[in-house]
């Protein structure tokens, strides 16, 4: 079968050069992998401004704000959402203004808190919701045992995939943290976070 024209490992880029051959060979499980993280991150993302969110990146806020941050600073929100200083204050500009979020004085007075309003925590609710329901779609064609047995490959490409301390952009951002058993020392992620801090 000939390959579709401008397709291939080795077709030339735009410039005319072959693209240079890289390091990593990918096989079947890294590309299902990748097609699955993708189509789940669309629909997920889709599911987003039905539930009331202005923006994708809001409602990683408002699910962030809702299930784990009390009270963070803009520069603790900045971390855990990966932006840049000025990205976060424009975001929580646009939350604010939209009713979802207030400004506050943080624990030690010399920083600026951000909190949920009435209204945001209706919101991040919802984003919550539309996002379990995305994910039980994704997963109903499991059985039980293939379903256990997904979590537990689940978690062990999770914790591989921990970075050290002061990494930005966290793998739990959008989480449901009692649905992994954040709390009771349950979640791969936090295990191999704490692993890789004591290390």
Same mark, same amino acid.
């Given at each position: 079968?000939?390959?579709? +024209?401008?397709? /291939?490992r080795n077709a030339?880029?735009?410039? /005319?050069?072959?693209? *240079?051959?890289?390091?990593?060979?990918?096989?079947?499980?890294?590309?299902?992998?990748? *097609?699955?993280?993708?189509?789940?991150?669309?629909?997920?993302?889709?599911?987003?401004?039905?539930a009331g969110?202005?923006?994708?990146?809001?409602?990683?806020?408002?699910?962030?704000?809702?299930?784990?941050?009390?009270?963070?600073?803009?520069?603790?929100?900045?971390?855990?959402?990966?932006?840049?200083?000025?990205?976060?204050?424009?975001?929580?500009?646009?939350? %604010?203004?939209? $009713?979802?979020? *207030?400004? /506050?004085?943080? %624990?030690?007075?010399?920083?600026?808190?951000?909190?949920?309003?009435? +209204?945001?925590?209706?919101?991040?609710?919802?984003?919550?919701?539309?996002?379990?329901?995305?994910?039980?779609?994704?997963? *109903?064609?499991?059985?039980?045992?293939?379903? +256990?047995?997904? %979590?537990?490959?689940? +978690?062990?490409?999770?914790?591989?995939?921990?970075? $050290?301390?002061?990494?930005?952009?966290?793998?739990?951002?959008?989480?449901?943290?009692?649905?992994?058993?954040?709390? %009771?020392? $349950?979640?791969?992620?936090?295990?191999?976070?704490?692993?890789?801090?004591?290390?």
């Open positions: 079968m000939t390959p579709p +024209s401008g397709g /291939g030339p880029d735009r410039a /005319g050069t072959a693209h *240079a051959a890289t390091s990593y060979a990918l096989d079947r499980p890294g590309n299902l992998l990748g *097609a699955l993280a993708l189509a789940v991150t669309d629909r997920s993302f889709g599911s987003f401004a039905g969110a202005v923006s994708d990146t809001a409602a990683v806020a408002l699910s962030a704000l809702f299930h784990f941050l009390d009270r963070p600073t803009i520069d603790h929100l900045r971390r855990v959402l990966g932006l840049t200083s000025s990205g976060t204050v424009r975001l929580v500009d646009r939350l %604010e203004a939209a $009713g979802l979020v *207030a400004r /506050g004085e943080a %624990e030690d007075g010399r920083a600026t808190a951000v909190v949920l309003t009435p +209204s945001g925590r209706r919101v991040a609710g919802r984003v919550s919701a539309a996002r379990a329901e995305t994910l039980e779609r994704a997963l *109903a064609v499991l059985t039980p045992e293939q379903r +256990s047995a997904f %979590e537990e490959l689940m +978690s062990l490409v999770l914790a591989g995939l921990v970075r $050290g301390p002061g990494a930005v952009r966290w793998i739990c951002r959008l989480c449901d943290m009692g649905a992994c058993g954040w709390h %009771e020392g $349950g979640c791969p992620v936090r295990q191999a976070a704490v692993a890789k801090a004591g290390a």
